[in-house]
Structures are given as structure tokens and as C-alpha cells.
């Protein structure tokens, strides 16, 4: 069973910064297809904000590039999104989620992050 346990959450000033991290048991993500962080604001849909391939090539979202960073540790089996110049509007619940096929797409059970102003 494989199962993608997040951690590094929290209640942060804006302008600070933030490490997210995301620890993968039961599958080794060295050869996931991708991986990735989604979040979803209160009342929104969920989104991606980040994502890399297996051979290492990350992509972000518009409304955050140049602010969030991904990166993954195959080594350590976890994956990590650095969030730089926090701003109220990224608070939200941040998943992170490996996929290798339609029927092997895993989630995190999310992790909560609040920017105050």
C-alpha cells in the first residue's frame, strides 16, 4: 500500500518562507512519471502549482513561478516545494500526489498553510 505523508505546514507572515515536504512508503518515486503539488483554497478547486518529471524537469504554475520551487530527493524517497514570498492568497490545503498510471495516482492527506497580512 503505498501511502505520501506531508509535513512542513503551518501559520506564516507574508514575505516569509516555507519548506513543504512529502515522505512516499510502499513505491519508490525515482520512477513515478511525475510528481507534484496541487493546493486548494477554501471554496476553490483544487490546482497545481508544481510539478516534476522522472528525468528531473520541474514546471510551475504561472501564478507562482519564480516563488515555488520543487524538488525531489530520490535517495530519501521525499519530495519538497519551497515557497518563497508567501502572499495571503496562497493559503490554502497543499497535497502532494505521484503518479505513474491512471490506476497508481497517489495523494497526501494535505497539509494546511495560512499566510497572514
Known amino acids: 500500500q503505498v501511502q505520501l505523508v506531508e509535513s512542513g505546514g503551518g501559520l506564516v507572515q507574508a514575505g516569509g518562507s516555507l519548506t513543504l515536504s512529502c515522505a512516499t512508503v510502499?513505491?519508490?518515486?525515482?520512477?513515478?512519471?511525475?510528481v507534484a503539488w496541487y493546493r486548494q483554497a477554501p471554496g476553490k478547486q483544487r490546482e497545481l502549482v508544481a510539478s516534476m518529471t522522472r528525468d528531473g524537469r520541474p514546471n510551475s504554475a504561472d501564478s507562482v513561478s519564480g516563488r515555488f520551487t520543487i524538488s525531489k530527493d530520490v535517495a530519501q524517497n521525499t519530495m519538497s516545494l519551497q515557497i518563497d514570498s508567501l502572499k495571503p492568497e496562497d493559503t490554502a490545503v497543499y497535497y502532494c500526489?505521484?503518479?505513474?498510471?491512471?490506476?497508481?495516482?497517489?495523494w497526501g492527506q494535505g497539509t494546511q498553510v495560512t499566510v497572514s497580512s
Open positions: 510502499g513505491a519508490r518515486i525515482f520512477s513515478a512519471a511525475v
Open positions: 500526489n505521484t503518479f505513474w498510471s491512471a490506476e497508481h495516482d497517489y
